[in-house]
């Protein structure tokens, strides 16, 4: 594909109009709800604002779900070095990547993962977000990655500049503005990169590319707008007025009265308030019924709620069941964006090793992060360990983090007890 500066300039207002609409779910996250514009204030009224965090707590409980645990690696045709080689090249960052990825992704509804080399020369990747970034796709099932760009701004620089990556290079442009406001690109410089294809890959919360809580924003703003309305109803009588009977004060006066805390009124007058009565049921059961709703529509469990102590892990599972479906199949994008990392890091490691690895050689094993009974858990590993391997029954451990040395640990402390045993019998 051609890139010309037309091209990179469609792509820039597409970013700019992505970054437009997806804003508002990153200010979401951060607590920033349409509560504190929108809501009705009344004058000498309390108008607390209410903000209730679900899409923090959301989306950070289900990535924790999925990615709390390491992921770990295994060789289909048991070679001990491939698995070496990815430990050695991304044990030491991939972990906080792999959730600050996912997070990104349940809030945007993508993210996009850079692989680069650093100035060591080390492989490692960064994470850019639909507010930075635009990617261009080919349309096709496979969604091949055709060109992306990265926007971004230096630390005490007004200048803003453009990276743009294509399969072989990195152009880098400053962005800068004509007479009429329109966008004009100043070329800077470009240079090669190693991977032979644009080193952007796409990471999609769900097939439809939508927020992980884009469809119950409006559920967030009713349960905020509810609890302020009661709270500011309860601090100072929101619906409240005062009544005096048989008596009339100037206005000058009820300002002294006020700040004295005294009213006096000739006899047979009489003050009160005149309160509308809440009913309390009705709000609670409102509330309750529009958190129940948040909770089911994100297919989510509240551990607030009262639980057996005694709890099991399989019930545990029994309830997290719709979660579990969720996060499966944000698993399945999540391993689909390990294996192109994959990819990139073997070509990185061929250029500079000369060693060849495939990619379709390497199972990737996720490990839920949740309470484990590691009773029957031992018991399964037990009953199989002459029908499967132990490195892939380890990965069933979630003390495990990585299999691999797990075993040859496991051989070496084998070997040291039989050569002191071996000791022994010579003596």
Not at 26 to 47: C, F, T, V, W
Not at 81 to 108: A, G
Not at 270 to 275: F, P
Request: aromatic share 10%; proline share 2%; net charge negative.
């Amino acid at each position: 594909m051609k890139i010309t500066e037309k091209l990179i300039l469609e792509c820039l207002s597409e970013l700019e109009k992505n970054s437009t609409d997806k804003k508002i779910y990153k200010e979401y996250y951060e607590g920033r709800h349409s509560i504190l514009k929108n809501y009705a204030m009344q004058d000498s009224r309390s108008n607390q604002k209410l903000i209730f965090n679900f899409p923090r707590k959301f989306v950070d409980n289900e990535t924790g779900y999925l990615l709390g645990k390491p992921v770990n690696f295994v060789s289909k045709t048991d070679k001990t070095e491939i698995t070496d080689c990815i430990d050695r090249n991304t044990s030491h960052w991939d972990k906080e990547h792999n959730i600050n990825l996912r997070k990104m992704s349940e809030i945007y509804g993508e993210s996009y993962e850079l692989n680069y080399l650093n100035s060591e020369g080390e492989f490692c990747s960064s994470i850019l977000t639909p507010l930075e970034a635009y990617v261009l796709e080919d349309g096709t099932a496979e969604r091949n990655v055709l060109l992306a760009l990265h926007r971004f701004t230096r630390r005490f620089d007004e200048t803003e500049y453009l990276d743009v990556y294509t399969d072989t290079e990195i152009l880098h442009y400053k962005i800068t503005t004509d007479e009429k406001g329109g966008t004009e690109l100043g070329y800077i410089d470009k240079h090669n990169h190693i991977f032979n294809r644009v080193p952007v890959i796409v990471c999609p919360a769900s097939s439809e590319r939508k927020s992980g809580f884009q469809d119950v924003l409006s559920l967030f703003d009713a349960y905020n707008a509810l609890n302020s309305d009661l709270v500011n109803e309860i601090a100072d009588h929101r619906n409240a007025y005062l009544v005096i009977e048989n008596a009339k004060i100037e206005e000058g006066d009820l300002l002294k009265m006020k700040s004295m805390g005294i009213i006096q009124v000739p006899k047979g007058g009489s003050v009160k308030w005149l309160t509308k009565d809440i009913n309390d049921s009705f709000v609670k059961n409102e509330l309750d019924n529009i958190e129940r709703k948040i909770y089911d529509m994100m297919d989510e469990v509240n551990f607030n709620e009262n639980w057996a102590s005694n709890t099991s892990s399989l019930a545990l599972r029994n309830k997290l069941l719709n979660l579990e479906n969720r996060v499966a199949m944000r698993q399945a994008f999540m391993e689909k964006v390990i294996k192109e990392r994959l990819k990139n890091l073997f070509i990185y490691v061929k250029k500079k090793e000369g060693k060849t690895f495939d990619y379709r050689d390497v199972a990737i094993k996720f490990t839920r992060n949740l309470p484990t009974d590691l009773v029957g858990l031992a018991d399964v590993v037990g009953k199989l360990q002459n029908i499967c391997s132990q490195e892939t029954l380890l990965t069933l451990l979630p003390f495990v983090e990585n299999p691999k040395v797990e075993v040859q640990k496991f051989k070496s402390e084998l070997e040291k007890i039989d050569f002191e045993t071996s000791g022994d019998d010579d003596n």
